[in-house]
């Protein structure tokens, strides 16, 4: 069965630096995998995915993601963080390389600070 | 994309009572799902609502707790059974469109 982890549950940095937040999944074959963004009262927004191709990958509001099939990562980051991404962050991998039934990691919140 | 909302968006209910949650998606698809989100917690999936058919539920969760009808192809919904404090969550719809999972903006429930 697939897994993701988070190792970190919450960051701050301040506004203006550079953002890193970790994901490493456990899946057999080639992972569909997802990251995503919940701001506080809201659901859930995809930021980016990646399925195959190139592995690097760029979302929205400024984001990217590198798939490293070596390490079993896909790192989100941002170079440049906005008071506004102060939010939840979760990493998801697709059931059976789709982008039906989706496990997701335990999140990463982030704060930002002024 | 598809969209999709929830009713209610939050309620407070007592405990031993059921609550039952729409799912209102804005074009016909062909999977629906429901997942929990506990307080802090991350996501979980509870079930897969089939169409026509019963529900396919995930390890943990069974039929009497949560009962799902799936009358069409754009309408779900989840029934919270006999609640208890620990059935405090945001319960929140999905549907995958193309290469894409879009979630409903969620229920978030209190039980007291």
């Known amino acids: 069965a697939q897994s993701v982890t988070q190792p970190d549950i919450h960051i701050t940095v301040s506004e203006g630096a550079s953002l890193e937040l970790r994901c490493n999944y456990s899946?057999?074959?080639?992972?569909?995998l997802f990251w995503y963004v919940q701001s506080p009262g809201q659901g859930l927004q995809l930021l980016l995915k990646?399925?195959?191709?190139?592995?690097l990958v760029q979302g929205i509001k400024g984001f990217e993601a590198e798939f490293k099939r070596s390490q079993s990562s896909f790192n989100l980051r941002k170079p440049s963080v906005h008071w506004s991404d102060a939010a939840e962050y979760f990493c998801?991998?697709?059931?059976?390389?789709?982008?039906?039934?989706?496990?997701f990691g335990t999140g990463t919140r982030l704060q930002v600070t002024l | 994309s598809a969209v999709i909302s929830q009713k209610p968006s939050r309620d407070i209910c007592q405990r031993g009572t059921s609550l039952t949650i729409q799912c209102q998606v804005d074009?016909?698809?062909?999977?629906m799902f429901w997942y929990r989100q506990q307080p802090g917690q991350s996501l979980t999936l509870i079930a897969t609502?089939?169409?026509?058919?019963?529900?396919?539920?995930e390890s943990g969760f069974v039929i009497d707790k949560f009962p799902i009808s799936r009358p069409n192809l754009t309408f779900s919904t989840l029934t919270v059974s006999n609640m208890s404090p620990e059935d405090s969550s945001i319960y929140l719809c999905?549907?995958?469109?193309?290469?894409?999972?879009?979630f409903g903006p969620g229920t978030r429930l209190t039980v007291l």
């Open positions: 074009s016909q698809v062909t999977m």
């Open positions: 990646y399925f195959s191709g190139d592995t």
């Open positions: 609502a089939n169409q026509g058919s019963e529900a396919t539920y």
């Open positions: 998801a991998v697709g059931a059976g390389g789709t982008a039906s039934k989706l496990t």
């Open positions: 899946y057999g074959a080639t992972p569909y």
């Open positions: 999905s549907t995958p469109e193309g290469d894409t999972q879009y």
